[in-house]
């Protein structure tokens, strides 16, 4: 573990402590702060009256149950997500308002809008489809789609008749979806002939094929939201809009049990490998509905917008649902923010009146540095909550945030989370505050955070350390890694044993129990949001065979928070050239995907190694921060590091 940031005893940012106004506050699910208190002295209880909200086939008998990494919620419960999404909706008479708004990229085409029932018949009829290619209940799914309302359809689907889904990012490479498809051992794979990104039609059916190779995947079913000029394989290859139209919607929802897997998303963790976070039925669907509803200030007519891919945990829990179980409009953009031009963010508020806006702190600071015209331009006044997540926001960005898009009005909402917790953990609510940038906020009632040292003791408040999150677990914290539940123990339940999660972030408390996170402590970055694990990109570069050797670290970046920069050892007799970075760089997009392209990669001839041959990283990190190396003593080539510190002019 590295060491968490120091803590500033005299905190210059403490002027700028914003409380909600008093229209918030009454408006506000939630505005009174004993709830925290309340929550405290009984977590189970809290919960299981949150899960009152919900519509459950069978009551639980219990409401938490707790044994090491096997804990258990709402224990003897009947539920479906599918069924609490949109059929709960439709039988309370609100079957005609607007469950999901898509806005495609091209600005000519129309953007589709499409009601709860009418969302409810896709899904039952794409459920169907499902079960005639053979998918039961408990058998895994894969979904590589687009920014397109089929990928909420396809896991809507997915969890209306039991089966776990395990969605891949498009911007995936192939090799990262076989990866997936392999672990998951998903037989029907959902994925499109492409879509629109930079006003460029990309080809994601080309991936799909090369992807499913050596997979389980037997059966593809492919959404035309292109031109459909795709090359199909006979037998393996299906065409979405075919399969739908003769599907009935008559497709009643499985009744999970409350601990049955829901989904599988992947994860970077520490090393190479990506982990299949698993979630069950039960506690994801409490835990996300409401924080949705509190977190977000979900109330009828409501048109909220987040803009995370449904690849991520965010998309899955706050664009698909956590705003479907609450019974608003969740809104979906296709392609990206700077297409036709610098204001379409904005444009697209405009246009639908967007009430909640939820973004990542490099969407922010990107749109800080394209300039105040873009959003001057459009008016913004719809808005009356913003949220962030991903990464710790910095000050300027926050700012910029509230004043500029909020207009001084909205309360900025920084949520705390991992893909691990399923929603939100720690954040300030609308209605009580106070929103400080940079600081997250409390822990959810009913969610119990401690600060603590290596040694596993709480920290005094204004002390860095790390946050742990303690039992009676939150409902939706994961309930394994698929397929390998020794590495979940190791990871998560080793560091501060069985009863307190290790959330590999580093963190300091106020005396008023604000959270303020200030970064992982292991070797997982973000990179613009998306978390990727250095050893990840070593082993994607690894792979080209003029490599001999390689180590990845983290960099700080402007705008996209964090980037990986590569140290890289040819093999003998290889030299190096521009042609060769390129040629690397190739490797990472083929084996990761864009997002895993390093930002520099440095020739070296030597890296410093401990006695046993161990690749010091924490020196490299250093030396491309400009901080301090700290002590060399325990280097079997100390003298490679002035050697790196002339090549890379480091001046720490
Ligand atoms: C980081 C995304 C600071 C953190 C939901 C965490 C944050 C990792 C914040 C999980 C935030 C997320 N402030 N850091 N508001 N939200 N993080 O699994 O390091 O993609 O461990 O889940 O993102 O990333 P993941």
Redesign the pocket.
């Given at each position: 573990m590295s060491e968490a940031i120091k803590w500033v005893k005299k905190d210059p940012l403490k002027e700028n402590v914003f409380w909600p106004n008093e229209a918030m506050k009454e408006r506000a699910w939630v505005s009174d702060e004993s709830i925290y208190a309340e929550a405290k002295a009984d977590p189970e209880g809290f919960w299981a009256r949150q899960a009152e909200e919900l519509h459950w086939s069978k009551h639980w008998d219990k409401a938490y149950e707790f044994a090491p990494q096997n804990y258990k919620w709402f224990v003897g419960g009947k539920l479906n997500l599918s069924y609490n999404s949109l059929d709960r909706h439709i039988e309370a008479g609100h079957g005609d308002r607007i469950a999901l708004i898509w806005e495609p990229e091209p600005v000519d085409e129309e953007a589709v809008k499409l009601t709860y029932k009418e969302l409810h018949r896709l899904v039952s009829k794409l459920a169907n489809v499902l079960k005639g290619l053979g998918v039961q209940k408990g058998d895994r799914v894969g979904i590589y789609l687009p920014m397109i309302p089929e990928a909420v359809i396809a896991m809507q689907a997915c969890a209306r008749i039991g089966a776990p889904h395990s969605v891949v990012f498009s911007a995936f490479s192939p090799d990262s979806l076989r990866d997936r498809m392999i672990d998951a051992g998903a037989k029907v794979l959902i994925t499109a002939d492409g879509y629109y990104r930079r006003g460029k039609a990309i080809n994601l059916k080309k991936n799909a094929d090369a992807g499913i190779q050596g997979t389980p995947v037997e059966k593809v079913v492919v959404v035309k939201r292109l031109d459909g000029s795709v090359p199909m394989e006979a037998e393996r290859d299906l065409w979405y809009h075919e399969l739908i139209e003769g599907a009935s919607a008559e497709c009643p929802a499985e009744q999970m049990d409350s601990e049955d897997l829901a989904f599988l998303l992947y994860?970077s963790g520490t090393t190479g490998e990506p982990k299949g976070i698993m979630h069950t039925t039960g506690g994801y669907a409490v835990q996300s509905y409401i924080t949705a509803k509190w977190d977000f200030d979900l109330h009828e007519g409501d048109v909220y917008w987040c803009t995370a891919d449904v690849g991520?945990?965010?998309g899955h829990t706050y664009i698909n649902y956590g705003p479907l179980m609450n019974g608003v409009t969740s809104v979906m953009y296709e392609g990206s923010p700077d297409t036709p031009d610098c204001g379409r963010m904005w444009a697209i508020i405009e246009k639908h009146k967007i009430t909640q806006l939820y973004t990542a702190p490099t969407a922010i600071r990107m749109f800080l540095k394209w300039g105040d015209e873009w959003p001057a331009k459009h008016d913004l006044s719809s808005l009356r909550l913003l949220g962030?997540?991903?990464?710790?926001i910095n000050v300027d960005a926050w700012m910029w945030y509230f004043k500029k898009i909020g207009g001084g009005r909205c309360p900025i909402i920084?949520?705390?989370?991992?893909?691990e917790s399923g929603a939100t953990l720690v954040n300030s609510l609308p209605g009580i505050g106070p929103f400080i940038p940079t600081i997250?906020g409390r822990p959810f009632p009913g969610v119990i955070g401690r600060i603590l040292d290596a040694g596993g003791s709480p920290v005094p408040a204004g002390e860095g350390g790390y946050l742990s999150i303690v039992s009676p677990f939150p409902p939706a914290l994961t309930r394994g890694i698929y397929g390998d539940m020794e590495r979940f123990k190791a990871q998560y339940y080793t560091e501060y044993g069985p009863e307190r999660y290790f959330?590999?972030?580093g963190a300091r408390v106020d005396e008023m129990g604000n959270i303020r996170?200030t970064?992982?402590v292991d070797d997982v970055m973000?990179v613009a949001g998306h978390?990727l694990a250095t050893a990840e990109v070593e082993s994607a570069l690894a792979q080209n065979d003029k490599v001999s050797e390689v180590a990845v670290v983290s960099r700080p970046h402007d705008l996209k928070g964090e980037v990986p920069v590569a140290f890289v050892l040819l093999k003998a007799g290889v030299a190096h050239s521009d042609e060769i970075r390129k040629e690397l760089m190739g490797t990472v997009t083929t084996v990761i995907g864009p997002t895993g392209r390093p930002d520099e990669i440095i020739f070296v001839d030597d890296v410093p190694k401990t006695r046993s041959g161990k690749i010091m990283r924490r020196v490299l990190k250093a030396l491309v921060r400009n901080e301090p190396v700290g002590d060399l003593t325990t280097l079997q080539n100390a003298e490679s590091v002035d050697h790196l510190k002339e090549m890379i002019g480091y001046s720490g």
């Open positions: 994860t991520w945990i965010t962030t997540v991903g990464e710790p920084d949520t705390w989370w991992q893909t997250a959330t590999s972030d996170i970064g992982r973000n978390r």
